[in-house]
């Protein structure tokens, strides 16, 4: 098993900034891709960014690319979701989620199969 918990959310003025950060532990070596999604209220949970681990390529959103950057530290079994001029409707649950599938597609939410408990992002206009 995977755990993943994420931190980082909060509040923020539209414009500003804010990083995002998802610790895995347990079973690590096991993960094949890594990404996260977002969920606001009355919405479908969508993708925001991701990777496979044997790759050094980087996938986005096309409503985040530019703005959003996805990283890790493998050391620390850590992604990272730095989050540059947020706008409000960003405003959204995040979560961070890992695929032991090795042909994950980044971008789609079925195959995930660990996901973390969410962090508040809240972006005021």
């Known amino acids: 098993q995977v755990q993943l918990v994420e931190s980082g959310g909060g509040l923020v003025q539209a414009g500003g900034s804010l990083r995002l950060s998802c610790a895995a532990s347990?079973?690590?070596?096991?993960?094949?891709?890594m990404a996260w999604f977002r969920q606001a209220p009355g919405k479908e949970r969508e993708f925001v960014a991701g990777?496979?681990?044997?790759?050094?390529?980087?996938y986005y959103a096309d409503s985040v690319k530019g703005r959003f950057t996805i990283s890790r530290d493998n050391a620390r079994n850590t992604v990272y979701l730095q989050m540059n001029s947020l706008k409000p409707e960003d405003t959204a649950v995040y979560y961070c989620?890992?695929?032991?599938?090795?042909?994950?597609?980044?971008?789609?939410?079925?195959?995930?199969?660990?996901w973390g408990q969410g962090t508040q992002v809240t972006v005021s206009s």
């Open positions: 989620a890992g695929s032991s599938y090795l042909s994950q597609a980044p971008a789609s939410r079925v195959g995930y199969d660990y």
């Open positions: 990777f496979r681990r044997s790759e050094s390529n980087t």
């Open positions: 347990g079973r690590t070596f096991s993960i094949a891709a």
